[in-house]
Nanobody, 125 residues
């Protein structure tokens, strides 16, 4: 059974940093491009960042470029999201996702096969 477990969320002041982790089990991790999405309060889920299977290619939403960094450790079956210079508009529930496929970056949520339960990130002004 596939399981994705996010951790690392919390409350932080604007300008601060958080590092999210997503530990995967029940799947062959190196076969899965991974991604982070978020759902702000009262809004739909949106793309944040994605990484290909090898970790050599990444993409980011324009709103987080230069502030967030996605990475993965295939030996630990874990994907990370380093978030710096956080803003109140970054507040939301952050989800990691896994999508089986070739070594590409996937930015469309509907193409993801598995999701974690999410972790809350709150940025105060």
């Amino acid at each position: 059974q596939v399981h994705l477990q996010e951790s690392g969320g919390g409350l932080v002041q604007a300008g601060g940093s958080l590092r999210l982790s997503c530990a995967a089990s029940g799947l062959s991790f190196t076969n899965y491009p991974m991604g982070w999405f978020r759902q702000p309060p009262g809004k739909a889920r949106e793309f944040v960042a994605a990484i290909n299977r090898s970790g050599g290619s990444t993409k980011y939403a324009d709103s987080v470029k230069g502030r967030f960094t996605i990475s993965r450790d295939n030996a630990k079956n874990t994907v990370y999201l380093q978030m710096n210079s956080l803003k109140p508009e970054d507040t939301g529930v952050y989800y990691c996702g896994a999508t089986w496929g070739t070594n590409v970056v996937v930015t469309i949520g509907a193409e993801y096969d598995y999701w974690g339960q999410g972790t809350q990130v709150t940025v105060s002004s």
